[in-house]
């Protein structure tokens, strides 16, 4: 309903006056204008005058200057009932606030156990449409229910700014503050790419929970600003992605999670092949069980060839020309593996034996690898137990 139907009895009384108080003003008006023209044109036919004179006019005047202050009479009491209007709005604003206020103590959302309501938090963060802070504005209750929950600030997505704010890192400390003791998932990508001292002293910050992280996803340059650390500095972290980003830094060597006890998960394919000397990873790589990488050939192989443990294999190897043969060396638990090659995939497939090997998806294109039928038939050999092939850019034929 339109707000002017909401107006207080006294009010409307005081609207329908005015209408009243309207309809005799102009009544009144009339009958001295009336008054007026008779007593000119008296004055005028006995005086013999063609038409209004100095008496007229000045008589005039006077009723202008008249309906003037009349004016600014009403203006006033405009200014003055609207001054009323305005404190009974605000009035009924606030009547509303606290209608709302009783209405949520008495909701049925109230009488749901905190452990149940801390668990749909935790699904909600799940959508894309919800997030932490959004669910501790909502009240006082969900507020403190949210900061009492752990659980629901362990997982934090930064992307700091060239210029932090000055509350940005106390912001920070408080998220990782309500998080207790639990393992951390960090995704610390910096706006636009930007590198400088600031993100230093933001990254020191978020060292001094280092032992905490279990997951880490971030750009090979954030490693740059890294303090020296000490070995146990990574003790939880299970899984690292690394991320591409502008501008680069050239000839990083990656040192800082070499002896990470737990690291099972490393990933660089979201950075793509780089041109020119790309990051140097040094990672402990006979005990990951799960690898995404894309860099040259020749290291690519290296490194596939460490990861004793590995069950799932996803990269990218890229090389000009030949590289040098190898025997084929076994990795006895890779399930799964998914490769992709430009014109060096015989060289490198001849180097593996794969003898759990259940899903083979090979990224090859055939026509320009010659010889890939019968590398891909040893290959079947040196591992029996493929279940699955699936061979991209490959056409087949009768022939």
């Known amino acids: 309903m339109d707000d002017r139907f909401l107006l207080p009895a006294f009010t409307i009384h005081a609207l329908n006056a ?16 009336i008054e007026l023209y008779s007593e000119i044109m008296e004055t005028s036919v006995s005086s013999s005058s063609p038409g209004p004179d100095a008496y007229f006019e000045q008589n005039i005047r006077n009723l202008i200057q008249q309906s003037e ?15 009323l209007l305005e404190v009974q ?29 801390a668990k749909i938090f935790l699904l909600s963060l799940e959508t894309e449409s919800s997030s932490q802070l ?23 997505s930064l992307e700091p700014p060239y210029e932090l704010p000055d509350d940005y890192l106390d912001l920070t400390k408080a998220w990782i503050d309500r998080s207790s003791s639990l393992p951390l998932s960090l995704r610390v990508l910096p706006k636009g790419g930007e590198y400088n001292s600031h993100l230093a002293s933001f990254l020191s910050a978020l060292l001094s929970v280092a032992h905490r992280w279990q997951k880490l996803e971030t750009t090979p340059e954030v490693i740059y600003y890294l303090p020296s650390l000490p070995p146990d500095a990574f003790a939880s972290l299970e899984e690292l992605h690394f991320e591409s980003s502008w501008p680069h830094i050239s000839d990083l060597d990656i040192r800082a999670f070499s002896t990470a006890p ?32 894309s860099l040259q050939a020749p290291l690519c192989r290296s490194i596939l060839l460490s990861c004793e443990s590995v069950e799932t294999v996803k990269l990218q190897a890229r090389g000009l020309g030949e590289i040098a043969p190898l025997p084929a060396h076994t990795l006895p638990r890779l399930k799964y ?21 259940e899903t083979l998806t090979l990224d090859i294109p055939w026509d320009e690898t ?15 137990n493929i279940q699955t092939l699936n061979l991209l850019k490959v056409y087949l034929n009768s022939a």
């Open 370 to 384: 010659p010889g890939l039928a019968a590398t891909i038939t040893q290959l079947h050999l040196r591992s029996p």
């Open 134 to 156: 959004c669910i501790s504005q909502v009240s006082q209750h969900w507020r403190r229910v949210a900061h009492s929950t752990p659980r629901l600030w362990c997982r934090l």
């Open 262 to 293: 737990r690291l099972r998960c490393f990933s660089n394919l979201n950075v793509g092949m780089r041109v020119g000397s790309g990051p140097t990873y040094h990672m402990p790589w006979k005990q990951l069980t799960e690898l995404g990488i």
């Open 89 to 117: 709005y605000h009035l009924r604003e606030l009547e509303h606030e606290k209608l709302a206020s009783l209405r949520s103590e008495i909701a049925p959302i109230r009488q749901v156990p905190v452990e149940l309501l």
């Open 69 to 83: 202050s009349n004016l600014q009479a009403i203006d006033a009491e405009i200014a003055r009932l609207r001054s």
């Open 337 to 357: 593996l998914h490769a992709s090659f430009d014109d060096i995939a015989v060289f490198f497939l001849d180097s593996l034996a794969l003898p759990v090997l």
């Open 18 to 33: 005015s209408t009243r108080v309207r309809n005799v003003y102009y009544a009144s008006h009339r009958v001295e204008l």
